[in-house]
């Protein structure tokens, strides 16, 4: 494979100015018509110019001796030039493989997401969770509120069975305290025993 030099404004210049004689070989001259357009093409066979080509210019300019010009400096602002790769085709049984592991780990991926989630808790109703809830807080309410109105209703019957009796207020209010603390007590007991 040949070596390739970018072609720079430099080596355009040159080369015009080697086109312009009238001892040029016609082979070099015809290699030459393609590089010597002085719009920067941009054409990818444009970018670049054989380096055997480069040096038969060099050759060339110091052949009748007028040039003070040397290869190196003719080359100044030139570097090698790599061709961009070609990109390689993909097989298309890799390709269908690869799409073929990319399902599969979606797929496990979205097992371990769901992994904790049945199809019975998604059947169930919300509305059926907050019935039982109503129901449940429903039934401790009534708990509540049948074992406070006993507990007023034992302090009501023993405050007005000690009032019955002449006794003095101060009597009556203790009595009161007294059967409503015993009832409220068992009511207490009875409520633990049940729930447990």
């Known amino acids: 494979m040949a070596v390739h030099v970018t072609l720079t404004g430099k080596l355009r210049r040159i080369i015009g100015t080697i086109l312009t004689d009238d001892d040029l070989p016609t082979k070099l001259k015809s290699k030459l018509e393609i590089f010597s357009c002085n719009g920067e093409d941009e054409k990818e066979e444009m970018k670049s110019i054989p380096f055997d080509t480069v040096h038969q210019c060099y050759r060339h300019l110091i052949k009748d001796g007028t040039s003070s010009l040397y290869l ?14 070609p990109k390689p085709q993909r097989n298309p049984e ?4 690869l ?4 399902r599969q780990q979606e797929e496990r991926e979205y097992r371990r997401m769901t992994k904790g989630i049945n199809s019975e808790t998604l059947k169930k109703s919300t509305l059926a969770d907050f019935g039982t809830e109503v129901r449940a807080v ?3 309410l009534m708990t509540v ?5 006993t507990v007023i209703g034992a302090f009501v019957f023993g405050y007005m069975a000690a009032s019955y009796s002449h006794q003095p207020v101060t009597l009556c209010v203790m009595v009161g305290i007294v059967l409503s603390t015993i009832v409220g007590l068992a009511d207490l007991y009875f ?4 729930t447990l």
């Open 138 to 140: 429903k039934k401790q």
């Open 72 to 85: 190196h400096e003719l080359l100044e602002d030139s570097d090698v030039y790599f061709p961009p790769l």
């Open 94 to 97: 890799l390709v269908a493989r």
């Open 145 to 149: 509120f049948n074992s406070f109105l």
């Open 191 to 194: 409520i633990v025993k049940s």
């Open 99 to 102: 799409e073929r592991l990319q």
